[in-house]
């Protein structure tokens, strides 16, 4: 790998070490140490995801304009005010505010990342987007950890560690980044030969294909809100359900590259394997919903595992050959925003269908979502005119 993607997975990591130190901890933080509602916390959160959409498009477009040293920069210097603000004052409602302000700037740099990701090692093709998949796990799986061994020792210092992470991210961005050459979408990049007609049909493949990766983002993030809370009611130890995400960590960052060789030996399109990782999603949740004890749900969740393996990576990497030449990050932001979309709207969906219904019936909403997921998946190339074997105009997938 080029050392300019070494540079974006060790920053990668970082920052989300750094944001991984919090995030699994907003809820008890708000509902135990703020003495607000679980409602309120749900909220909180919400308003957390709606700005990292927010972010995430107008990160996407501003890498096409200014290029991602800059806006990678900026994102991580909106985070970071707003982090050491949080260190200071985080009581009510100053929390809110810092929370919103905290997603818009972390919203900003993904999509700048991937962007980069891709163009600093083109001919590596899926490989690029892989790599910063794992990092992003192995951030989570550090961070989560760290942030609850912080925790019990004291909550304060966990906005403190926060804080110096995204220091450190922003020392790594400004002192590794800038030499990092990029085609971006500053005046004169845009290339003309290809028609506007077909830059539209492009845009709309990926719309199309981005509706099927929204559902199933809506169905996975069941596992952290519904489904962890059933676990509970069903007396899963909190300490047995939190061994089930280290595991899922743990297995991204050893079977990520073990799954790349056996892609490469089959030579498997990046359609296919979306296909078979919607289909892993739903042996995964029929595991799920018939577990009652422990092993069930370590057995759905080793599944679900292997399932986000073969997609969460995959739709980056055919978002970035689908972009016409200077909208990389237009596109990238497409894509994360539509993650963070799922992750916005899929707690809410889920607990208002057990609410009015019951477990039973969220799992049989879930398949029917993966289901058409997989129609998507299936058709959201289908106007486009220049097809490889692969299955995008590239050949890549």
């Known amino acids: 790998m080029p050392r300019a993607l070494w540079l974006l997975i060790i920053g990668m990591i970082v920052n989300v ?5 919090l995030w699994p901890l907003n809820t008890i933080y708000i509902h135990d140490h703020l003495g607000k509602s679980l409602s309120v916390a749900g909220i909180v959160l919400m308003l957390n995801s709606a700005a990292s959409v927010i972010g995430n498009l107008y990160g996407g ?11 990678i920069i900026l994102g991580i210097s909106i985070t ?12 009510w409602p100053t929390y809110i505010v810092f929370q919103i302000i905290i997603g818009f700037g972390t919203g900003i740099i993904f999509p700048s990342m991937y962007a980069m990701a891709g163009s600093v090692w083109k001919e590596g093709g899926r490989k690029a987007f892989n790599a910063i998949y794992v990092a992003q796990n192995l951030g ?3 961070g989560a950890s760290l942030g609850g061994i912080v925790a019990a020792y004291s909550f304060q210092l966990i906005f403190l560690a926060n804080t110096v992470m995204y220091a450190l991210f922003l020392l790594i961005a400004v002192f590794g980044y800038k030499g990092i050459l990029v085609d971006s979408g500053k005046p004169g990049t845009i290339d003309i030969n290809v028609p506007t007609v077909t830059n539209r049909k492009n845009l709309y493949a990926l719309l199309i294909l981005c509706t099927g990766y929204l559902l199933c983002w809506v169905a996975y993030v069941q596992w952290q809100t519904t489904i962890a809370a059933y676990t509970q009611e ?10 089930l995400w280290s595991i899922n960590g743990a297995l991204i960052v050893v079977g ?3 799954l790349n060789g056996v892609l490469k030996h089959l030579t498997a399109s990046l359609k296919l394997q979306m296909i078979i990782g919607i289909g892993i999603f739903i042996v995964s949740f029929l595991v799920a919903g018939k577990a009652t004890v422990f092993s069930g749900f370590l057995v759905g969740m080793i599944i679900l595992t292997i399932g986000e393996m073969f997609i969460w990576p995959a739709v980056p990497t055919v978002a970035f050959d689908l972009a016409p030449k200077g909208r990389e990050g237009f596109y990238q932001g497409i894509v994360n925003s539509t993650a963070t979309g799922g992750r916005m709207v899929g707690p809410l969906m889920g607990g208002m269908i057990v609410d009015m219904y019951n477990m039973s019936a969220l799992f049989i909403v879930l398949i029917v979502l993966f289901l058409i997921a997989i129609i998507t ?21």
């Open 256 to 258: 990520q590259p073990l």
């Open 80 to 91: 970071l005010a707003a982090l050491v603000g949080l260190t200071f004052w985080h009581d």
């Open 140 to 142: 989570v799986a550090v």
């Open 61 to 71: 477009s501003l890498f096409d304009k200014i290029g991602g040293y800059k806006s």
């Open 17 to 21: 070490t750094g944001s991984s130190f």
């Open 377 to 397: 998946t299936l058709l959201y190339d289908r106007r486009l005119k220049t097809k490889m074997v692969s299955g995008t105009i590239h050949g890549q997938i």
């Open 234 to 243: 069903i007396h899963i130890s909190l300490t047995q359900y939190s061994l």
